[in-house]
């Protein structure tokens, strides 16, 4: 019964969808305030309609209702609450409900939230968001039901995959989602503005904090799959350049390429149509990376033949989504006017730099991607392209954004003078010139590129501090006292561009140690044996069998001395997990963290004569990622309190109060 | 704000020559990263039946792709983890050495792929064994490598896609 109130809640959404896209687009053409003041209101009942539909999936997956297909293919009775819960967008169709159910909350939040926006763009946004979530919720009603009923329906089901009954992966999905949707009202805005034929510094106001907390959500996201892969693979790698990993990186380069020229917009009027450009490339890459996913093209083209009501229906939704807009865009973008004129050597070209790079670091991403893709459709040669290549293509081009970000950052609007930024920038040149030397006598031997590595993120977060402290402090006049004084009173969104800055730095150097200086040891051993990997002893003490709530565990306990003085470190304790369900193994890597790195054991597999495979790993200064991932995403949410930026406070007067990151060369009262 | 003199349209037309140089500039290096990002790191898929066939020279790495023959694996467990096994397209057979750990979904029956290179006695030592992380899932590469064998019963069958079952209808 729940579940049949699932099916006809989504049916009914999708009448509302459909009322929602129609309505007030007719509406704001003839400027007819009944018909646009229609959009709002749909759009909360929208929502309202496609959480009692979630709810439902959800609530038949609490109760372990065997009837529905998807919680028998997906579910089982001894799983434990959390991750019956997170199995409930662990599979393709409770995503895909997932999916539309943020598509409209993100509506209901402009229904909700944007009382100044003027009521056409408002109108027009929600229908283009509507139109949306009427494609999505097409194909889940003809392809992809959720609800489906099983007779006769099973006692008992046949449980999620246990590589992803994980605390890391249940949460991950929801917030990649909620990310990937958000950059679906920045679409809506976009096209809204094409249609309206104005886009200006208001409308620059209104998209940011959007783009902001999708992007918070993207990157958070990101970072927590990231997490998981690490710790629960057990190959102690945190980035694979897997394309299903790529399909989430692309958006996420668009939205941060978007972020940043949404500033230039709001503040100097001009990059417009690029801008409007940007959020529709970032929500066309967010609709590609679901494609790739959810379509099975990934594991194969022939997986995609195989299944094609799917993957024709989401290709086409994707034709028409990214081939309508952009030819809308192509009709549309010449009528908007440029403004604010600036020299190359300022903010703005700065900003404009940020983006080229951006844009070209995404485009290697795409091409690596999808070129064997291609290739395999035109020629039926298969090809792979791994790691590698996106090693040499997106790392020199991310090592040129982050010196330009240090220089780029001290800039001020309009036109700039090169030399004196190079000037106020001294103490950082100084600090970089003495961490790399620093970083050269220690890693010189064992890797060259992480000594670059670490070079550069010293360089980027020198700069970001030099760069908060001149602002605050901008001539010797002022007091030290004055300037820390000062610098707290610094806007919130200066403060969040710093703190996300220094998270790039300190991700950088994070990402320098665990890719490059990691020292690793395989081998086979049985407890008793120890085992060197660079200045550790690892020692296997024991193996016993442990049992879980839903697996048996077999768990290696490992003693990790200093390989010199012989001092106890830690204790590790990895396991072999085989779920009772399915007879699938996973691994749990024991690790153990502290800023300098973690040490990180895996029992593998007995061998033939009794012994365990072992894999053992030092890797330098992992904890870094996380916390410079913790700290990109706490700025984000920084700069989205600040009061200038919060939804819904700005209104078309564009008044051009001076606004972080504003001109360093100026004080900023 | 006019101090170089020139009109705004004139300042706005060299803004513009700026941004599209710069634009270019930067395709023209993206370009010319992947060109030499593919040149060098491209890698091929061959299946048993075309490695048996010498289609492949020693020391050129390529992806390898077919099932674990049953009883074809063995950890003589020599101090540094080593695992033998046969890979199969149930037509030709490829002797694979790996030092490491393999995946969790490894079993023999399975496909798998992995990366590698022959050596010079024809086996295949792989850097890479890959198993998607799903039950029913079995790699593209290892029915492409049964397929170009001629050994491939299951066509038509839905193939899942890694941690997803195929739909039940």
Redesign the interface.
Known sequence: MIAELGHFALALAAAVALIQSVVPMIGAARQDGAMMAVAAPAALVQFGVLGLSFAALVYAYVTSDFSVVNVIQNSHSLKPLLYKVSGTWGNHEGSLLLWVTVLALFGALVAAFGRNLPPSLKARTLSVQALITLGFLAFMLLTSNPFERAFPSPIEGTDLNPLLQDPGLAFHPPMLYVGYVGLSIVFSFAVAALIEGKVDAAWARWVRPWTLLAWVFLTAGIALGSWWAYYELGWGGFWYWDPVENASFMPWLAATALLHSAIVVEKRDTLKSWTILLAIVAFGFSLIGTFLVRSGVLTSVHAFASDPDRGIFILLLLVVAIGGSLALYAWRAPQLKGGGLFRPISREGALVLNNLLLSAAAATVFIGTLYPLFLEVLTGEKISVGPPYFNMTFTPIMGVLVIALGIGAMMPWKRGDLSGVVRRLTAASVFTAVMLGVAAILYWERSALAVLGMGAAAWLAAATVAQLWLRARPSARISVADGFRRMVDLPRAAWGMTVAHFGVAVLIFGVAGASMLTQETIAAGKPGDSFIVGDYTFALTKVERVPGPNYMAERGTFLVTDAESGAEIATLAGERRRYVAGGEETTEAGIQSDLGGDLYAVLGQPTDDGEWTLRLYRKPFVPWLWIGSCLLVLGGLLSLTDRRLRVGAPTRSGASDPRAPAQSAQPAE | ?SRSGLS?AR??KK?RL??VV??LS??A??VG??L???R??????FGPTEVAAGKVAADQKF?LGGLVKDGSV????????T?FFTVTDNAADVKVRF????P??FREGQGIVA?GALNGEGVFVAQEVLA????N?M???A??AMKRAGTWKHE??????????????
């Open positions: 704000m705004p300042r706005r803004t700026y941004l710069g634009g930067f395709l290096l993206a990263l992947v030499a990002g593919f060098d790191n491209i890698v091929f898929f992806r063995a950890r003589p467990g020599a101090g540094d983890g695992v030092a490491g750990l393999l969790d979904l990366l998607k992380h799903d039950e899932y790699p593209a590469e029915v492409e038509g069958e839905p193939a899942a896609e890694g941690g997803y079952a195929p739909a039940a209808d």
